[in-house]
């Protein structure tokens, strides 16, 4: 049995994303916003995985780089908002370390 090049595979992370579509509208929009405002600690983290995921679908291209201006500013971005959110996720991570136990 062949197997397909990596390039024809890159086209299953869309239905990745349609899971993820597709659980949110069974879910409802509305109830996750009710269970985010009623948790705000412990939906930090799950903010942070669920950016982070993101990130990861849409910012990572394999082998290819920005090469117009254009690119390079949204990957500039990408930049930016990963570091944004590993540090944040250091800063959730040694807040619950160094939290005193109730």
Same mark, same amino acid.
């Not at 299953?12 to 985010?36: E, P």
């Not at 993101?54 to 990963?82: A, K």
């Given at each position: ?7 024809? +595979? ?6 990745? +994303? ?17 269970? +985010? ?7 930090? +983290? ?57």
């Amino acid at each position: 049995m062949a197997s397909l090049p990596f390039e024809q +595979l890159k086209i299953l992370r869309v239905f990745r +994303l349609v899971r993820v579509f597709r659980l949110l509208r069974a879910y409802g929009t509305k109830n996750i916003a009710r269970s +985010l405002i009623a948790d705000r600690a412990g939906s930090v +983290l799950f903010t942070l995985l669920l950016m982070g995921i993101l990130l990861l679908e849409f910012g990572s291209y394999g082998d290819q780089y920005p090469v117009t201006s254009r690119g390079r500013w949204f990957g500039s971005i990408v930049i930016i908002i990963g570091v944004g959110i590993f540090g944040t996720f250091t800063g959730y991570l040694a807040n619950f370390f160094l939290a005193p136990s109730k």
